[in-house]
């Protein structure tokens, strides 16, 4: 194997034509340069010096490997160089997958704050929802997820607490909890009442949102002792609000998505008992460690708690 700082030592020997000369060059000893071109000339099987009295010069498989060098040396410094701009957040990326209502609340201000603090380094931003973004995540297409998973929730029948341990190999990082609230037209029967259970709206027609959060709704219904009539379902977070405040039926959305959107024609109210979901921000523990991706989820860390 052909190591770097024998490379750099030929091409000090080349360039001054001794070992004493070539070991000033780079801060050495003469025995050193002359123990690291043995290394080296045992390593690709063949003489690459001529040592004549006081004169040194390459042998024809010396001048072939000196003028590799030079490609190999300026190559390897410009890589020093991009990884240690990237270790010192001066460069770099970070692939973002987030879900809708994410998107427009917790990234824009995290990525803002990024940029000011990272200039260098740019974050790509995709949507999906989980588990979708999840997946991405572990295929090696993105390098955080944003997530979201409910309390009591269960996927295709599996027992509470299963989303979790789904992320077991996942390194996540908790950012808030995110409360559901009611969504009514603004003349239905309880939009000027505080709080609402949700056995309260059993007769109504509903408009549902993406998968995940349809699964949730339903679960939440039949614990509360009834199966929603889902007239419409929607992954589009204003559509919804625009279905309950024309008058079309109820939704239930998180707080996170009633923020982001103005509830025109529609009034939140709070559900009781309180149903949450946890957003959390998810890498692989590989990931965890770049300095970029450290530096992303500190700021949507910062986003969450304001």
Known sequence: MI????????????????????????GCTQPAVSQQMKALEASVGTPLLVRSGRETRLTQAGEALVRHAVGILS???AAEEEVAAIAGLRAGRVRLVSFPSGSSTLVPTALAALRAAHPGTRVSLEEAEPPRSVELLREGDCDIALAFRYERAT???????????EWDDLVARPL??????????????LARVRSVAIGDLADEPWIAGCPRCRGQLVQVCERAGFTPRIDFATDDYPAVVGLVGAGLGVAVLPELAIESVRPRGARAIALEPAVRREIVALTLPDLAQVPAVT???EQLGRAARR
């Not at 996927?155 to 341990?165: H, L, V």
């Open 176 to 189: 808030l909890t995110d409360r559901l609230v009611a969504l009514v037209p603004e003349r239905h029967r």
């Open 295 to 297: 530096a992303t989820l």
């Open 155 to 165: 996927d295709d029948g599996a027992p509470a607490g299963s989303a979790e341990s």
């Open 75 to 77: 190559g390897l410094t």
């Open 3 to 26: 190591e770097a700082r024998h490379l750099r030592v030929l091409r000090a020997v080349a360039a001054t034509g001794s070992f004493s000369a070539a070991g000033r060059e780079l």
